[in-house]
């Protein structure tokens, strides 16, 4: 209770509270008014499925909210992506351990958030370019690093594409063309899983010098050209 004019008062659980208040006026006259406050703390909670066995890229996951007390939601997927839906879908197209966090708002403006982590199964690999650049015809070398691939096929933009082989993960390849090629790199695992990784943009130049001059032009010693 309070016999304050305005008083503050703090809620520590959940619930629907009666609020009444009771007046006397100075001749003794009473008067008295009550109303319902409902407390709503917004919790955060989601489920997706647990059976990563299946997890070959790219994956589509399926988030079921759970929450309470909720207004609004926003998902981050841990790959840059985000949701506002409260049952979304998203998919993952490399793979490694990705955590999900869900943060909803109540009504009040009072934020709850949770974040929970699984694997996206599959071969990983990183790809290095030498040189990025060069003048035609260009030799580039690209090398994949990757510890679970167990064959290699490489697009390299230009329409040649080599057939999958379990050879050294180092090519080298020339282009006679001018432009720029973002070659790719498709990485097999034992289970038959493959990813494709982009590698750095490659620009093969085509420099050439040229310049035109007036042959009827009649040029003496000593003039300016």
């Known amino acids: 209770t309070s016999t304050q004019q305005s008083p503050y008062h703090t809620y520590t659980a959940d619930s629907t509270y009666t609020v009444s208040l009771s007046i ?6 009473k008067s008295s008014a009550s109303a319902n406050i409902k407390i709503a703390t917004p919790h955060a909670d989601f489920s997706f499925p647990n059976d990563t ?10 988030f079921t909210n759970h929450s309470a007390n ?6 981050q997927f841990g790959d840059g992506s985000t949701s506002t839906l409260d049952n979304p879908t998203h998919i993952y197209t490399f793979p490694g351990r990705d955590s999900i966090t869900l943060t909803v708002t109540g009504y009040g403006g009072c934020t709850s958030s949770v974040t929970k ?21 260009v030799t580039i070398q690209l090398t994949a690093s990757s510890s679970s691939a167990v064959s290699y096929s490489w697009d390299f933009g230009d ?49 050439r010098a040229n310049f035109t001059n007036d042959p009827s032009d009649l040029i003496c010693d000593s003039s300016f050209v």
Do not use: M
């Open 24 to 29: 006397t006026g100075s001749s003794g006259c």
């Open 53 to 62: 066995t299946d997890s070959c890229p790219p994956f589509e996951w399926a």
């Open 70 to 75: 909720y207004q609004s939601v926003l998902w």
């Open 117 to 137: 982590y699984f694997t996206i199964l599959g071969p990983t690999a990183v790809v290095a370019t030498a040189p990025g650049s060069g003048c035609l015809p």
């Open 159 to 207: 329409g040649y594409i080599t057939p999958p082989n379990t050879d050294s993960p180092t090519i080298k390849h020339t282009y006679t063309s001018p432009g720029a090629y973002v070659p790719k790199l498709v990485v097999t695992d034992r289970n038959g899983c493959s990813v494709t990784y982009p590698a750095d943009s490659i620009v093969a130049d085509d420099l």
